[in-house]
């Protein structure tokens, strides 16, 4: 059974740090791209980063550009996203999906994990 599980996630002040993982099981990681989205409830899912499958290319959306870091460790089956300088705009459900290449658009993805929520907050 395919299966994505994202972890981490919790409540942090603004300015505070966080690492969520996304565990695969039944499939190798590392041949897929894996994308990192977002939602809050009445918006669209949004896309915040990316990594390749092929070169390890990394991809970040604008809002989080500078703070937040994706990296993948193929022994342990795992993406992360190291998320720094956290603010109160980045609360949202965070999710995990594979695709084949890199894409802002979710309808680009096939296996997607349940999601971990993220608050930040004072």
């Known amino acids: 059974q395919l299966q994505l599980v994202e972890s981490g996630g919790g409540l942090v002040q603004p300015g505070g740090s966080l690492r969520l993982s996304c565990a695969a099981s039944?499939?190798?990681?590392?041949?897929?791209?894996i994308g990192w989205f977002r939602q809050v409830p009445g918006k669209e899912r949004e896309g915040v980063s990316c990594?390749?499958?092929?070169?390890?290319?990394?991809y970040y959306g604008d809002s989080v550009k500078g703070r937040f870091t994706i990296s993948r460790d193929n022994a342990k089956n795992t993406v992360y996203l190291q998320m720094n300088s956290l603010k109160p705009e980045d609360t949202a459900v965070y999710y995990c999906?594979?695709?084949?290449?890199?894409?802002?658009?979710?309808?680009?993805?096939?296996?997607w994990g349940q999601g971990t929520q993220v608050t930040v907050s004072s």
């Open positions: 990594i390749s499958s092929s070169d390890g290319s990394t």
């Open positions: 039944g499939f190798t990681l590392e041949h897929y791209a």
């Open positions: 999906a594979t695709g084949r290449w890199c894409s802002s658009w979710p309808t680009d993805y096939d296996y």
